[in-house]
């Protein structure tokens, strides 16, 4: 279901498990790089007709999140986890040098008047702490880290906004970068390679299967961009982007096939590493652990294949499914 991985060598995956209630999740743990997994231990049963938990993420050995909307914390590693009573709806959890922050919906059933809220928490406490910032719309929302400095991406169309933070208490609205790339896209979600350098992806005008992309770049953290020389084929609705270092970019997509675009050379050029004629399956979790180390989950369980943990080792170049 998820992939989170802490080092080159240390990583965690959510996956389904067989069991007489609804739903049961189960925790796997790689110490080799994803070359051999061990079961860790079972996530508590989500009670019945209960919203499941869809993602996992973890800051470090110990520190770790299972949500989607949901929202549990482990501190020993997985072995036992606590759910929080609070936040709310939860769409979103990443942590980075010592400070987790999650997105999370104002109310359980949308549309929330109220917005989003972006909250945080020192990684080994369970203490959610609204950030103070501009107003979040309600809708879908992404956040991406790098060291201390964060991006915030929340609800794409018109009325979304990107707000960053190079410490996580002093923030600055963005303008939306997509407007300058072309009519009707919206900011899809950004990647950074650094505390400044960053790579945004910006979509719009679908139809038939096919939609426009742009990959942008920035030098100052967001605050101005350019185009990149070229961009990623119409085919297939733009997913999610990922950096793997200063000139290495990939963007997933999804309709009659699943697809990676990668760029090797800053948008010079693109090529499609991988390409499914699936009916759409899907990625998700697409990231770099490494310049050359980077994972996503292909499909998702119940979708009538078996979903599929992928992994690469040259760069995003190839993928590779993992066996368990």
Known sequence: ?????????????????????????????????????????????????????????????????????QL????????????AAEPG??????????????????CGT?????????????????????????????????IALHGSAVW???????????????????????????????TDLALVGVAPASTSRLFLLCAGNPAAGSESKVVLISLDGGATTHLTPSAPANGGIAGTIAAAN???????????????YRSPDVGLTWATPFNKGDGGRGLTDLGFTTPTQGVAIYGRPGDGAVSQLLMTRNTGATWAPVSF
């Open 152 to 182: 915030v991406v929340d609800n794409g169309g018109s009325t979304g906004t990107f707000d960053t933070s190079a410490d996580g208490t002093s923030w600055h609205r963005l303008s939306n970068p997509c407007v300058s790339a072309g």
């Open 72 to 83: 549990w914390a482990t501190h020993d590693g997985g072995a036992t986890w606590s759910q």
């Open 1 to 69: 279901m998820s992939v989170t991985f802490v080092s080159a060598q240390t990583g965690f995956v959510l996956g389904q498990v067989p069991c007489k209630s609804t739903l049961c999740y189960g925790l796997a743990k790689t110490t080799d790089a994803g070359h051999s997994f061990t079961f860790v231990a079972d996530l508590p049963v989500a009670p019945q007709n209960s919203q499941p938990i869809t993602e996992v993420r973890f800051a470090n050995l110990r520190d770790g999140w299972a949500f989607g909307p």
């Open 110 to 142: 949308k549309p929330c008047i109220q917005g989003d809220r972006l909250l945080k928490t020192a990684v080994t406490q369970d203490a959610w702490n609204a950030i103070s910032m501009q107003a979040l719309p309600d809708g879908a929302g992404s």
């Open 89 to 106: 709806p939860v769409s979103d959890v990443e942590a980075a040098a010592g400070v987790a922050y999650a997105l999370v919906a104002s």
């Open 246 to 260: 200063d000139s290495v970019v990939a963007v997933s997509a999804q309709s009659g096939a699943t697809l990676i």
